[in-house]
């Protein structure tokens, strides 16, 4: 267990005692703006003036300025005062007196703090001191009389904006999604770009910490990831929940979804994202295009807000606590992805949407070439120094936030070749900051999953410290070249299929593998059955965006289709893929709405489609295909309990191989033997004679395959035919 919130420097924790309900946010608009003045503290007396909060005026010209403007103002004298405060912790912490103010920033000259009411009503201005309030490059202030709650931002010499703290708990300015009128007047309108304005919040309560023991444990073997969008998982009316689109609207599906047997779900970014900053609109409907995705993050710690029922004064951050707890009540764990490699910053100039780091410390923050101009290495316009000091302990912070704040079991850290650049862009042979992660006591328990390349191709995936997992693309990519019928595929196959033995050597194990045939980025299974080529127009980027090549195959028409012969193909192919997904060695990854046929119509980069080509639609009641994926999951429990997939299994008993390929590269047939290992993943003695045969027909005639002798006393049951009418899984034999 943590610290309570309210112990004096708790790091970012401001507020009262935890579980304490949030007020509503005051939306009325300030009267005037109160100016607060400056002062130093005095020395304490012997007769306890500085234990009752007395300050006198005095000191720094700063000081002196701000004592000015509040000349007669006794109520500001009363209400609002402060002192030098301490370089640590880095954010907001509670003191004895009020709230200290750390900032990390080597860029100004000149620094002031901003201070709010809820709501965005003014409270006071505060210029910071750089001989008394600044300590090496940390700027710090100490605040007394501040409300419980209330939001702030720092404003930089010779930069035009406000600039937000990057350990802000929760950020206000995003409570509503998308481009509301308000937003397109304000956003739109005059020759310069403009973005949304958000200020850090300190809300009255934070969730308490958690404890360890209300986590479920999900064992390697059982464990099925499930990749959804918080948003678009319930956002189409027919998902039938009473708050669509949000953190609640995705509590009453996790029934669905652990009956089905998934154990683990997998968010797509759901920090803070501005799904404005994108400006382009659908060339054929004039729609108002977003950033729907959210691989952009504002801030690394704060929760995206519009996913809340009733956002406003960090009320997000307890509803994304609720989804936790209601998660482990129903034994599922929470991973969520998180955006370290690039931030919204772009490409640091004046017309992009800086808001932080770049105002604040960009060599230090970014990986900058000899121009002092951002790298892009991640197709996003910068790439985050993440091996420097000081951006390794706002990532471990930020990462340690989650898990003990918010409740999360686990991460997926997008482009997470990131983590091997240096300072120049360089390509590391060991990165310090995943090595830290995998070394942290908090996070080493935590289910930790890298997409393990980057934009340039740059792929790290050997080179991540246990206990890290990775994103196995090479299992994609057979799966679909068989599935397309592509000929000299038969021993890539049959190594993908018995858990990469290749890449993911002892003493990693199969379980590293996470294997997917689907996911955010690409084709949804539905569509990579029937389309071939891209249909990306809608997107406003002239069909270029999105991949041009995915291994898809459409059975000979493309696009929908009356055909019976065709759209028979077309399910036949869904069942062998996720046959081969499901019952291969590894951890297999579902892209939540693959379960009930869900389509993109062939966009494979819906990044920007906050609409039905980017939500679930759900059908009535439950189909085939979704009765289809919880028979293989329950098959698939059933031969992991018996070992005989021995899929987190400690070493490599196993024999995968391709069986009567002589001289004969043209054909698509294979079968794999998957033999139990000589011991259980718990090092225990294994039952002998259990043996699974995989065979697959990638072809249009029938093959028959020749079935090796069953051990003695032992007879071979057909447990799954995916081309039977009606199809497997059937009961033992």
Known sequence: MGRDADQPGDRLHGGTDEGTRLPGADRRPAARRAALLRGRRRRPDRTGARAQGRWHAGGSAAHRRNLDRARGRDDLLTARRFG???????????????????????????????????????????????????????????????PESFEYHFRVDSFPRPVLDPRAPALAGGEVWGWTPEAVRELTEGAEPRWRAYRGLVPAALPAILDEAARPVVADARRIVCELHARGYTRHPSSEVAAPGTYAGLIERLPRLRDLGVTTIELLPVAEFDETENRRRNPETGERLVNFWGYSPVSFFAPKASYAVAPGGGRELFELRALADACHAAGLELVVDVVFNHTAEAGLGRQDPVRSLAALAPEVYYILDRRVTPLDLTGCGNTVNLNHPVVRRLVLDALRWWVERLGVDGFRFDLAAALFRGPRGEVLDRSPLAEEIAADPVLSRRLLIAEPWDATGFDASDRFPLPWRVWNGRFRDALRRAQRGDGGIERELALRLSGSPDRFAAPRCAATSIQFVTCHDGFTLADLVTYTAKRNLPNGEGNRDGWGDNLATNGGVEGPTDDPRVTAARRLRRRNLLAQLLLARGTPMLLGGDEVGNTQHGNNNAWCQDNETGWVVWPAGEGELETWVRDLLALRRELTAESALEIAASGWGAAAFPIGFAGDEARTELMVDLVLPACTADGGPAPSGQRLLLAFNGGEREVRFPVPRSPWGTHWALRLDTGADPPGPWSRA
């Open 84 to 146: 030098p405060g301490t370089p640590e912790p880095l954010g907001v912490s509670r003191t004895a007196a009020g709230r200290n103010f750390a900032l990390f920033a080597t860029r100004p000259a000149r620094l002031s703090l901003d201070l709010f009411a809820p709501g965005g009503a003014p409270l006071a201005s505060l210029v910071l001191d750089p001989h008394t309030d600044r300590t090496g490059d940390v700027w710090h202030l100490e605040v007394a009389g501040l």
